[in-house]
């Protein structure tokens, strides 16, 4: 009886009208193993959007409650019918156990980077948080509003006023049922664990169809393939000819984070999405990230020129192309770089990284 009060009270702040294509969502969700952690957002409008305004809150293991700690107000512009890529931030290349960094395949593809420190009660110290520390069994709320800044324990439900409910990622208070399953599964009820669980350790991309968040508290069951689609956590290395890698024992494969679909999303709110989208699927770059500074790129449209920008956004190379093909030398220059293409049917933007 007191859950349903609850989301009574919830449903209060949580219209059930949301309109199609004006307000931004969750576009693709990222439980990796470790700390690559990942949330993409999609702004599906014409009008860039201030991400200062946004709130992310993490209800724990089957929780239906949240608190001020629990969640981060989120920095940042999400500009029209883009997306912005949330990352946790965990980047020190020296750190071990829990504070392991995300790997390089995720790290590329990070706009923004958020609550370094775990929290483990309110008033952690160094802003402690746990917005960004799910694990598959944890429900993610998008909210628009302003966190207090005096009263971490204060619970969202009292601030409910101030805040909107603008997308929900699983279902709130699902129960110690779903808490052993580990996750979201393909099989009803979802949260027993029957089928495959496949919110922990995957990717979930929303579906091109999908043109508004979730914002019902109240929802009798979240399925998790019924509005996004699944793809693993790994992928087999390859080298610049295409062939797979092997680890040290000459047999098995080398894995790699999959973390490809990151940094653009495929909506039908996005009028251009007929022509932009071909041009993404007709351009790669490889391997990134890459050892020596060396990478290739490929298009099935003609390449005519390269760019490439170092974090300050001061331009480190430039090269005109003629042809489908290239190859890129960035010696002796480690970081993360911005590489833009031209090509004769549009202008694609990658990012790599030189180790």
Request: proline share 5%; net charge negative; charged share 15%.
């Amino acid at each position: 009886m007191k859950k349903v009060l609850l989301f009574a009270g919830l449903l209060t702040f949580g219209s059930s009208f949301a309109q199609n294509c004006t307000k931004i969502f969750i576009s693709e969700y990222v439980e990796g193993l470790g700390n690559n952690k990942a949330l993409e957002l999609y702004n599906p409008t014409n009008q860039a959007v201030d991400l200062s305004e946004y709130i992310v809150a993490r209800y724990s293991n089957g929780s239906n409650t949240a608190a001020v700690w629990n969640a981060v107000q989120l920095t940042g512009t999400i500009q029209p019918y883009d997306v912005f890529v949330a990352v946790l931030d965990k980047r020190n290349p020296n750190g071990t156990g829990l504070e392991e960094p995300v790997w390089d395949s995720l790290l590329v593809k990070g706009d923004g980077f958020f609550t370094p420190i775990y929290a483990t009660a309110a008033g952690t110290p160094a802003g402690g948080k746990t917005a960004f520390y799910w694990n598959g069994n944890d429900a993610v709320v998008l909210f628009k509003g302003t966190l207090p800044t005096n009263n971490e324990s204060q619970q969202l439900t009292a601030i409910t006023p101030q805040l909107q409910v603008i997308d929900i990622f699983g279902k709130i208070g699902e129960g110690t049922s779903f808490q052993s399953a580990e996750g979201w599964s393909t099989t009803a009820p979802y949260n027993t664990g029957a089928g495959v669980v496949v919110t922990a350790d995957h990717s979930l991309i929303r579906k091109p169809s999908v043109q508004t968040g979730v914002t019902n508290f109240a929802i009798p069951s979240f399925n998790p393939l019924g509005e996004y689609d699944s793809i693993p956590l790994f992928v087999n290395r390859v080298d610049a000819n295409g062939d797979t890698i092997l680890n040290s024992d000459g047999v098995t494969p080398r894995k790699f984070g999959n973390f490809f679909s990151l940094g653009s999303h495929a909506c039908q709110c996005d009028p251009s999405l007929g022509l932009e989208e071909p041009v993404k699927a007709q351009f790669a770059l490889y391997p990134n990230p890459t050892a020596d500074g060396t990478f290739h790129i490929t298009a099935t449209a003609g390449i005519e020129n390269v760019t490439v920008y170092n974090s300050l956004g001061q331009t480190v190379y430039t090269k005109s192309v003629s042809g489908n093909n290239t190859v890129v030398q960035l010696q002796g220059l480690s970081g993360v770089y911005i590489v833009k293409v031209a090509t004769g049917t549009g202008i694609v933007t990658k990012r790599v990284i030189v180790k």
